[in-house]
């Protein structure tokens, strides 16, 4: 398994190779492994970011019990019952079913606590699970990813990568750095949907993007 780290200290793109019982990077003692991450996915190409798997590990720790991964990364592409965009940056974990009320209250605590996460869902809302994600600038309430442009770097640039290369661009690898191949494949899928053609993926682009892929979410959210 491919693991792809956005690490937010350095600016870079760091790669790791793992099997699926291992930890995801920057995680320890099993509180979050490569499959439990991967969940009901079935790639071979993960990604992330150190903020999001470090606050993973040290809330995770601090409850010191097991928590079921429901639902953790998804390709751009792959489409589950009520998922948020999160998950498609490697971003957002849903689950702890195993809990009882009292751990899961807990959790929340700890999770409120860090001040870590855009989203938390409230308890009383949906009881039996627990969602949260990370997310940075994004370009509107209802698209939580970045706007990238040439030179960009993180994991909505593996989003754009992934997106277009399902939809049959020339997208020679997927590794998070916004380059001139992305960019020119990036104009010619705007050229051809009728979009502004400025080479930048911001609030129109990444909506439409959605659209064609995930239609049925952009309805749900909106």
Not at 63 to 84: D, I, K, M, T
Not at 122 to 146: E, G, M, W, Y
Request: aromatic content about 12%.
């Amino acid at each position: 398994m491919v693991v792809l780290v956005y690490n937010e200290v350095s600016g870079q793109m760091e790669k790791y190779k793992r099997d699926c019982h291992e930890n995801m990077p920057y995680t320890t003692d099993g509180v979050l492994t490569v499959d439990s991450f991967r969940a009901k996915s079935n790639t071979r190409l993960l990604w992330s970011t150190k903020r999001f798997l470090e606050s993973v590990n040290e809330s995770f720790h601090h409850l010191n019990v097991p928590f079921e991964v429901e639902h953790g990364f998804s390709r751009v592409w792959e489409r589950f019952e009520n998922e948020h965009f999160a998950h498609k940056l490697g971003t957002a974990i849903a689950g702890g079913e195993n809990l009882n009320s009292r751990r899961k209250q807990q959790l929340l605590k700890e999770l409120e606590m860090q001040e870590d996460y855009t989203y938390l869902q409230d308890f009383d809302h949906a009881p039996s699970i627990i969602h949260f994600h990370q997310s940075f600038d994004p370009v509107s309430d209802l698209i939580v990813f970045q706007k990238v442009q040439r030179g960009s770097v993180g994991v909505s640039v593996c989003a754009l990568q992934d997106a277009l290369w399902f939809l049959g661009y020339e997208i020679s690898s997927i590794n998070g750095i916004f380059d001139a191949q992305l960019e020119r494949e990036l104009r010619s899928f705007q050229r051809s949907s009728g979009l502004d053609v400025d080479g930048i993926s911001g609030n129109q682009t990444w909506t439409y993007l959605m659209q064609i892929l995930d239609p049925e979410e952009i309805r749900y959210k909106v």
